[in-house]
């Protein structure tokens, strides 16, 4: 039999959930379902959502999927439970009503496919009838005389006593069943209960980073804080790590009155026993589920937490300033195996490698003259040094040399995080067939400099050292939400088509891992493309693909000045009939601010193209090219102070924040160990959020407040 499936209103659940104009939704839906990017639903489709920014059209398509996903668990479940003959009126009213993924599971629970229960043993055993008679109303003999009538040794109920338990397992499930309080006991959780921590029994090893937990407690109402997730997660780490051990501390005695209130409503005969198999229905069933429930919500708040923050600093550290416009000398500090270096151009193309070793006067004074020539041959305007072991004494060889051979380069300390990842990849194989691991290594800290974006999309963003407990959540989740982040950065900044690797081009609106590589092979066998619509001769760029791509890949030097702005093609003719209007060639018409004084948008607007989209296109004709990045400035670490023994109680030190969380800010000072700046520290007025004060790659100045060197601690203040 086919269980029916009440049709539901999606754009109506989701512009109530999310409080926006139905009709918006609906239009987000369409181009949800014809897999519209957001960049470019937000960018170029302004007016037909109402003016949605990404975070609300993210918003909305995690809402769709999410309620797509739960309507069809919600025909499963119907499907399920028809299936077993239990579905009655009552219950698919009450599914049909449930919008919330965890309360359907709840509903589902009692039906859900498992092990075989004890009151479906005792059913099986013939003992319904007894349970039926401990739910009289009136006295029906005494129930241990009639419980000697249904032993079956067979199934194991051997004595009158097993056959009284059976029966209450029975019952038990009935309770269950018929009693909804699970959203009950839930609040009342997290109005009171807490969890416990302890150090594991037996437990000898010397995990040392979980001993503020080994005798810890803490209401979960705390724990359900944004600023208070990261100890839930340290905790459960801890205890997979089997090195604490967590329970849940809740008014079990509470719950129990409340499930017997709500179950015991008659007159029950046999009360002892319908209370028994009240409490056998919490402690045995409900209380565990309850656990679950707790710890499932638990789990998702934290991880959705460690998510947000992650994507907070991934964009921050995407969206880091890029170099001016300057060859570059990639350096990869190693002072027993020599400093390797790589040479690049302008755009990031390799020009040479060589290594530098120091460990000797004779060895240095070589690789000195050496560096000498070679800067001066490839007029490298700027150093870019790796922050792993020996990045300081690079830093200071580096300056040294340079102010006494009178070279003026920018030289800058760049995270390395995830560069060794990147050189032993498959990608920088097939991009460097012939360079040794180490040399890649040295040309992608070379690259972080000149343009951060560009050079971090090449490596899973997990690995770039700017996230926290990352591998104690949903990967799944951390994953599309992180490729998300990227998409966004990229076509933010957009790509020069004549120079984008294919790392980049994938992340570009409306192109895939193959168009992106299509697009690479029509560039290497045709030269470089001339105007965005021969992007369209490329194999595999439809006119959806073209649509989607095209506002976000410009061309420096191509035959239509529009190619080389943010304007789409789709708005071309609207630049034309404004040049033709105002007497005036489409050059002159970027960039000219003072035109858009005198313009009156209505001359130009049209059914489908109403208000929004125009100012928009104003906006990229009166800034062409701009870059929505920062501009780049260089840190200066203190000289001197290199390792954590170097720093000093109540110094000032110049530092980079390297990654932002929910009570503070981490900062590299220069010593290999970054040091925390708690979020009371962080200003001379109450902060909220640390990320109103600082962002991935902020230069700051702090005081030191503590050092502990043997935990490898250091606490700072911001000045």
């Not at 309080?181 to 980073?209: C, H, Q, T």
């Not at 129990?256 to 009360?271: C, E, N, P, Q, S």
């Not at 270096?341 to 460990?359: E, S």
């Not at 966004?488 to 980049?504: E, Q």
């Amino acid at each position: 039999m086919e269980t029916k499936v009440k049709t539901h209103d999606l754009s109506g659940i989701i512009s109530k959930k999310l409080n926006l104009d139905k009709k918006n939704v609906e239009t987000v839906i369409s181009f949800y379902n014809e897999k519209a990017t957001i960049p470019f639903v937000a960018r170029y489709r302004k007016d037909q959502t109402g003016n949605l920014d990404e975070v609300k059209l993210s918003e909305t398509y995690d809402a769709i999927k999410y309620y797509n996903e739960l309507f069809d668990r919600k025909a499963f479940i119907l499907e399920e439970i028809e299936k077993k003959g239990k579905l009655t009126p009552q219950l698919r009213e009450k599914i049909e009503k449930c919008f919330d993924a965890k309360k359907l599971e709840d509903l589902y629970l009692p039906y859900k496919e498992k092990k075989k229960t004890k009151a479906e043993k005792a059913r099986e055993a013939g003992i319904e009838p007894l349970a039926k008679m401990l739910m009289s109303l009136e006295d029906l003999g005494d129930p241990l005389e009639k419980a000697i009538e249904f032993i079956n040794e067979e199934k194991g109920y051997d004595t009158a006593q097993k056959v009284i338990e059976g029966a209450l397992y029975i019952i038990a499930q009935d309770v269950i069943e018929s009693t909804d309080l699970m959203e009950i006991f839930l609040k009342n959780a997290f109005k009171d209960g807490k969890l416990v921590s302890k150090k594991k029994k037996g437990y000898e090893g010397e995990e040392k980073r979980f001993e503020d937990y080994y005798e810890y407690e803490e209401e979960l109402s705390r724990l359900k804080l944004p600023k208070s997730t990261h100890r839930f997660l340290a905790i459960q780490r801890g205890n997979n790590l089997k090195v604490l051990s967590i329970k849940l501390d809740l008014k079990d005695e509470f719950n129990i009155m409340l499930l017997k209130k709500r179950y015991m409503t008659r007159d029950f005969f046999y009360v002892d026993y319908i209370e028994e198999a009240v409490d056998i229905a919490y402690k045995k069933y409900l209380r565990s589920a309850l656990d679950n429930r707790i710890m499932s919500e638990l789990t998702e708040i934290a991880e959705t937490e460690a998510i947000n923050v992650f994507k907070r600093n991934l964009e921050s550290a995407l969206l880091a300033p890029p170099l001016p416009y300057k060859n570059v000398l990639g350096l990869d500090p190693g002072l027993r195996t020599g400093v390797k270096t790589a040479i690049l151009d302008k755009d990031g193309t390799f020009r040479g490698n060589l290594v530098l070793h120091i460990n000797t006067e004779s060895q240095l004074k070589k690789s000195m003259d050496v560096l000498e020539k070679l800067m001066k041959k490839y007029d490298i305007g700027a150093i870019s040094i790796g922050n792993g072991t020996g990045s300081r004494e690079t830093l200071a060889l580096v300056k040294g040399f340079t102010k006494k051979a009178g070279l003026k380069p920018i030289i800058a300390v760049v995270n390395e995080s995830g560069a060794s990842v990147y050189s032993a990849s498959k990608l920088a194989r097939e991009e460097f067939p012939d360079l040794d691991i180490t040399v890649r290594g040295a040309i992608s800290i070379g690259r972080r400099l000149q343009n951060p974006l560009a050079e971090l999309v090449k490596i899973d963003p997990r690995s770039i050292g700017v996230g926290q407990y990352q591998h104690d959540v949903n990967q799944k989740k951390l994953k599309e939400a992180l490729e998300r982040v990227i998409e966004f950065c990229v076509n933010k900044v957009g790509v020069d088509i004549n120079t984008a690797s294919y790392s980049i081009l994938t992340y570009i609106s409306g192109l895939t891992a193959k168009t992106a590589k299509n697009i690479i092979e029509y560039r290497r066998e045709n030269g470089l493309f001339k105007s965005r619509a021969q992007i369209k001769k490329a194999k595999g760029i439809g006119p959806k693909s073209f649509e989607q791509c095209a506002g976000f890949l410009m061309l420096r030097d191509g035959n239509n000045p529009l190619d080389n702005t943010r304007v789409h093609p789709e708005s071309y003719p609207i630049v034309k009939a404004i040049a033709k209007d105002h007497k005036m060639t489409t050059d002159q018409v970027i960039g000219n601010k003072l035109l858009f004084k005198t313009i009156d948008p209505s001359d130009y607007l049209t059914d489908t193209y109403q208000i929004h989209n125009f100012r928009s296109l104003v906006d990229d004709l009166k800034h062409p090219g701009q870059d929505p990045r920062k501009t780049f400035v260089n840190i200066s670490y203190k000289e001197g102070v290199e390792t954590i023994q170097d720093v000093k109680k109540e110094m000032v030190l110049e530092g980079r924040v390297t990654n932002v969380t929910n009570f503070g800010a981490f900062i590299d000072i220069g010593v290999h160990q970054d040091g925390l700046c708690h979020v009371s520290q962080m200003a001379d007025y109450f902060v909220k959020d640390p990320n109103d004060v600082v962002a991935v790659g902020d230069i700051v100045t702090v005081e030191v407040l503590n050092v502990d060197c043997q935990r490898r601690r250091i606490s700072l203040k911001i000045l």
